[in-house]
């Protein structure tokens, strides 16, 4: 009788401890574990010459540096974790095969097109109403849906306004754009927008745009400056109009699943570090953006800058984009990105 009570006292001991034990493990396991290595991956779309990439190195060295080593992380320039496919990059991110990328959410929106919104026609007349928004509700609608996507948002850079060249004439109206050739990025906006704009648009890959711009294939295309300063553009184009029509945010983004999975001290520094990486890129392209325009002008490219009235022929020729399109990107997400 005293053998039998004393083999149910130890086997209910034994299952308390054990409990007890799972409970603790499993509160561990949430918290993740503050000491943990990592040793993570990072694809950029562009070069290491890139302010994109600076950011990135940035990161890294002061990830590396906060943590005595026990976080490094490898840069990958020009998509080499993707074969430089920006749009394979972007769903492994969301998979969990790459662990952070520097992206345009133009890359985004062929995941969702509600990322597509930060790009509308004609929507910034400048800088200070892209950090209006980017910093208000919504820069944190586009967060969220970063985060639907099994990514976490870091913080926002910067490609630039884009801006439209070509080697044909000096565009200072609608109807001076019509009829031409031009290569533009292979979402469905941007050929919906070119197409109202009375264009013929391409796409095609940027390393086949030089080329085909030097032999007549195009006559013109559109990107930001440090992408037409970069590729020399001014060689085989002759005017730009500065008319900010479209502005290309960056995402500097992380799998969420890694970023739960580690410790709370771990997150915030992350997301701090990444927020000063983010930042510093912002800072730098916007100052080398100013020094590029002087370059160019130096080089014998023309630029013009259409007045408030010019523009608003532009944004009236492109309305219907906006009636197409505000049912896919989603009336309150609209407003938010609208000053």
Not at 228 to 243: F, K, P, R
Request: aromatic letters at 10%.
């Amino acid at each position: 009788m005293k053998k039998s009570f004393l083999f149910v006292f130890i086997a209910l001991l034994t299952l308390v401890l054990s409990a007890c034990g799972s409970s603790d493990a499993e509160e561990a396991g949430s918290s993740g574990d503050s000491k943990q290595e990592h040793d993570l991956q990072m694809s950029v779309t562009v070069s290491e010459s890139s302010t994109w990439y600076e950011a990135a190195d940035k990161l890294a060295s002061d990830l590396e540096e906060e943590t005595d080593g026990r976080i490094t992380m490898e840069i990958y320039p020009n998509e080499g974790l993707s074969g430089g496919d920006s749009g394979k990059a972007v769903e492994s991110l969301s998979k969990g095969t790459i662990d952070l990328t520097f992206n345009s959410t133009i890359i985004y929106s062929i995941m969702d097109e509600r990322f597509g919104v930060a790009s509308a026609p004609f929507l910034f007349k400048n800088l200070e109403e892209v950090d209006e928004v980017f910093n208000g509700e919504g820069g944190e609608m586009i967060n969220d849906i970063l985060r639907e996507k099994g990514v976490e948002p870091l913080g926002f850079g910067q490609n630039g306004f884009r801006q439209v060249t070509n080697s044909v004439q000096e565009i200072q109206s609608p109807e001076d754009i019509e009829g031409l050739k031009m290569r533009i990025p292979g979402i469905n906006m941007y050929t919906d927008l070119w197409s109202e704009l009375g264009t013929d648009p391409t796409t095609m890959t940027f390393s086949e745009v030089f080329t085909s711009l030097e032999q007549g294939a195009l006559d013109g295309q559109e990107n930001p400056i440090d992408v037409i300063h970069s590729a020399q553009l001014n060689e085989v184009q002759d005017y730009i109009t500065m008319w900010n029509y479209s502005y290309d945010p960056l995402v500097l983004g992380m799998n969420k699943e890694l970023f739960d999975s580690m410790s709370e001290e771990d997150q915030q520094l992350i997301k701090e570090l990444g927020k000063e990486a983010s930042e510093h890129q912002v800072e730098l392209a916007r100052e080398k953006e100013e020094e590029q325009i002087n370059e160019l002008e130096e080089q014998g490219m023309e630029f013009y800058y259409p007045t408030d009235e010019e523009l608003e022929q532009f944004k009236e020729k492109v309305q219907p984009i906006y009636d197409e399109y505000e049912s896919k990107w989603g009336e309150d997400l609209l407003e938010a990105f609208t000053p």
